[in-house]
């Protein structure tokens, strides 16, 4: 048995510095059709500037067109990664906030332009931090969960990981917030797809080889279903990381050797992200 239909990473990087079209080209070769291209940025030296950060999104957007030219399907998704923006306070201080906003609003204006399809990925410290980062960061998505809910886009989640209580505390800012939970997607989910686990969110699972079983397990007590991911970092120093671009297209043949059945892959690779993100 074999899935004929799209096959969709829903959080994948690309670096002009690293394998670029080589790693998507992989990805295609290996039975992949479309693409979420998440903006990474310079980890060492995040932008400070409005025009930073559109020169920075740009070439993401301008890398996303040259992906398209392969014959790939590719949605964007632009935003301040938690892990570049939080270091910021301690290096811009009170000015790290405005600089955050500078990054929404400058990637609201490229969703608005048709350029980009989501925000992300935002979110807050997925390491220790004092409680003044950790509630000023919580503020904030709070708040860009507002502008999400306003603007009607979606936002990609990057988040702490395994505790019990980050689904629930999510489903309830969103609620706050007046923005649906399914507008939220949890990039590098747990496998565990649960309505009970999930709360109503959208789990972007990372693929990795011990996932298979935990979704089957989860999928029939799902609301949503869920989508796939790898992460992929295009990093030459750390090759292959966090999963290779062949993995999704892989492991969405073994999901159905192992028993899944069609309509949860169409849910998974065509219904949610058009649903989430709109049409390519």
């Given amino acids: 048995m074999d899935w004929n239909g799209p096959i969709l990473d829903d959080h994948f990087h690309l670096n002009r510095n690293g394998r670029f079209l080589d790693a998507a080209l992989d990805f295609q070769k290996a039975g ?3 693409l979420v291209l998440v903006h990474c940025p310079n980890f060492a030296s995040p932008p400070i500037t409005r025009k930073g950060h559109s020169e920075a999104y740009s070439n993401t957007i301008s890398m996303a067109e040259e992906v398209r030219k392969l014959g790939l399907g590719v949605r964007v998704i632009l935003g301040p990664h938690p892990a570049a923006f939080a270091h910021q306070f301690e290096t ?7 600089n955050y ?3 929404i609003e400058t990637a609201l204006e490229f969703i608005k332009e048709g350029k980009a399809h989501g925000i992300g990925e935002v979110g807050r410290p997925h390491w220790k931090v004092d409680d003044d980062i950790w509630n000023r960061s919580n503020h904030l998505l709070f708040e860009t969960m507002k502008l999400a809910a306003k603007e009607g886009i979606p936002l990609q989640l990057h988040v702490e990981g395994e505790s019990e209580e980050t689904y629930p505390e999510l489903a309830s800012m969103a609620d706050k917030a007046g923005l649906a939970r399914e507008r939220l997607v949890r990039h590098y989910a747990p496998p565990d797809v649960s309505e009970k686990s999930t709360c109503g969110l959208i789990p972007s699972v990372l693929a990795g080889s011990g ?3 935990t979704i089957i397990e989860t999928y029939s007590d799902s609301k949503h279903g869920f989508m796939l991911e790898t992460d992929y970092m295009d990093d030459l120093k750390r090759p292959g990381a966090v999963l ?3 993995t999704v297209p892989k492991r969405t043949r073994q999901l159905l050797e192992a028993g899944l059945d069609e309509e949860a892959l169409s849910i ?6 058009e649903r989430i993100y709109g049409p390519i």
Wanted: with cysteine.
């Fill in 32 to 34: 992949g059709t479309d």
């Fill in 92 to 98: 811009l201080g009170d000015r790290a906030e405005e």
């Fill in 101 to 103: 906003w500078d990054s």
């Fill in 211 to 213: 996932s298979i079983e």
């Fill in 244 to 246: 290779g671009p062949k």
């Fill in 268 to 273: 998974c690779h065509i219904d949610l992200p």
